[in-house]
């Protein structure tokens, strides 16, 4: 089955400065991966996404790579501020079962201190 | 629009009883998803339904089980709790599987369950 890891567990940044988050995954029939926010005591938060046909997506300070040869994907967040602080999990999801099973990374604290 | 609800919020019970937690999907989306997520890791994919019919399982035992109704929400049954079953047992709901510009998942706030 699949398999999804995530780096690093924990990240400080100072506000304003870029974030990166890299996953790398084990199918390569996978072909959506999504990434998600969470915040303590709430469920996971959609905040990008790419399929396997797009190498790079952006939505305002969100940015998401994809690399289908080495099977890996990465989130950027530039300018952060401290609501951007939270656990962030990347995600991976194929073809089989309608693609509706996500297989998730092991989550990144990332702390963004003023 | 509301999101996906799910109830109840938090729950304890005792080592052997049985749970039943319930989830209403975002309206407009007929497939529903069950993950389980122990404090400090991801979410982990036990159901999927569409449609009332079972369309994916994880690799839980059978004391897990789950069934979803006409109006598209779902319920998830655990029988014989262990310690081990404390967890965040979240809900994710999707338009369609498989089609087009679906695969989005959202997620409910969870069930937090404590089992003593």
């Known amino acids: 089955g699949e398999n999804v890891e995530q780096h690093p567990s924990t990240l400080s940044v100072q506000e304003g400065d870029s974030a990166v988050i890299k996953c790398t995954y084990s199918d390569s029939a996978s072909n959506y991966f999504p990434w998600y926010k969470q915040e303590l005591g709430k469920g996971p938060q959609l905040i990008i996404d790419i399929r396997s046909n797009v190498g790079e997506k952006k939505d305002q300070r969100i940015a998401v790579t994809l690399n289908k040869t080495a099977k890996h994907f990465s989130l950027h967040i530039t300018e952060t501020q401290p609501e951007d602080s939270a656990v962030y999990f990347c995600?991976?999801?194929?073809?089989?079962?309608?693609?509706?099973?996500?297989?998730f990374g092991t989550g990144t604290q990332l702390k963004v201190e003023l | 629009d509301a999101g996906v609800t799910q109830s109840p919020t938090h729950l304890i019970k005792t080592r052997g009883q049985q749970v039943t937690l319930r989830c209403s999907p975002i309206?407009?989306?007929?497939?529903v998803s069950w993950y389980q997520q122990v404090l400090g890791q991801g979410p982990q994919f036990i159901f999927q339904y569409y449609e009332k019919e079972e369309r994916g399982r994880g690799n839980f035992p059978d004391r897990f089980s789950a069934r979803q109704f006409p109006n598209y929400s779902s319920e998830l049954n655990v029988n014989a709790l262990l310690l081990g079953d404390s967890a965040l047992y979240l809900c994710?709901?999707?338009?369609?599987?498989?089609?087009?510009?679906?695969?989005?998942?959202?997620f409910g706030p969870g069930t937090r369950l404590t089992v003593t």
């Open positions: 309206s407009g989306h007929k497939s």
């Open positions: 994710a709901s999707r338009r369609e599987p498989g089609q087009g510009s679906s695969y989005e998942q959202y």
């Open positions: 995600a991976a999801s194929g073809r089989a079962g309608g693609g509706n099973k996500l297989t």
